[in-house]
């Protein structure tokens, strides 16, 4: 006579990059649970961890609501996350005999969560009088590529004797893509416009213009 099915639960997660969009997303994260015919009852939990080990609530599958043992599970970014290295960890336990728990961890999964990155440009126009319009334009990435910026922060710099130098009262913020300022400038200045780095945005510098 055959003796009774083994009881045992193995498996796999599997998802990829974050990037942190202005807007909040459902991230995909796949598993696949491989439960023993022999298997009476199981329970595992699929958690997300962030870069300094605080997790997500989980998403708990089991036998006794008649979980699926694969499918999509998912978790909501929404701009402001830290961005790093997450892991997925899904642990739990199966009954080998009724009341007889066997620990479950299935081997974690690492991904990475990025600022979304940009792109910066400035173009001057003469005013006359010394006196100049910068319109800084900034493109930010999107889910279908690079558009324009809302609510971005951009300052302008001027070269003086080699290095760059914060221009006071440029610190703007981009609307439908763009920002402007009037400057007063001697003719002949380097002039650059600077995204500085922000928790959902990377970092852009535009080319120099010369007054």
């Known amino acids: 006579m055959a003796g009774p099915a083994a009881a045992d639960v193995t498996g796999t997660t599997s998802t990829g990059e974050v990037v942190l969009y202005s807007h909040c997303q459902q991230h995909p994260i796949s598993y696949d649970l491989l439960v023993s015919p022999g298997t009476?009852?199981?329970?595992?939990?699929?958690?997300v961890f962030d870069p300094d080990g605080f997790g997500s609530e989980g998403t708990v599958l089991s036998s006794t609501t008649g979980s699926p043992t694969s499918g999509t599970v998912y978790k909501t970014f929404c701009g402001s996350e830290q961005a790093g290295t997450y892991t997925v960890r899904a642990t739990g336990f199966y009954e080998l005999l009724p009341a007889v728990r066997i620990p479950v961890a299935?081997?974690?999964?690492?991904?990475?969560?990025?600022?979304?990155?940009?792109?910066?440009?400035l173009a001057e126009k003469v005013l006359g009088n010394g006196r100049y319009r910068l319109t800084s334009r900034v493109s930010e990435e999107t889910a279908n590529g690079l558009g324009r910026s809302n609510g971005v922060s951009v300052r302008l710099e001027r070269l003086v004797h080699g290095e760059w130098q914060k221009v006071r009262g440029t610190t703007l913020t981009t609307v439908h893509g763009a920002a402007r300022?009037?400057?007063?400038?001697?003719p002949g200045t380097k002039v650059r416009a600077v995204v500085p780095a922000k928790n959902n945005y990377s970092a852009s510098t535009s080319r120099a213009v010369t007054l």
Do not use: C, D, M
């Open 181 to 186: 300022a009037t400057l007063r400038g001697r």
């Open 40 to 47: 009476t009852l199981w329970k595992v939990e699929i958690q």
């Open 106 to 121: 299935l081997p974690e999964t690492s991904f990475q969560v990025r600022p979304a990155a940009t792109h910066t440009a």
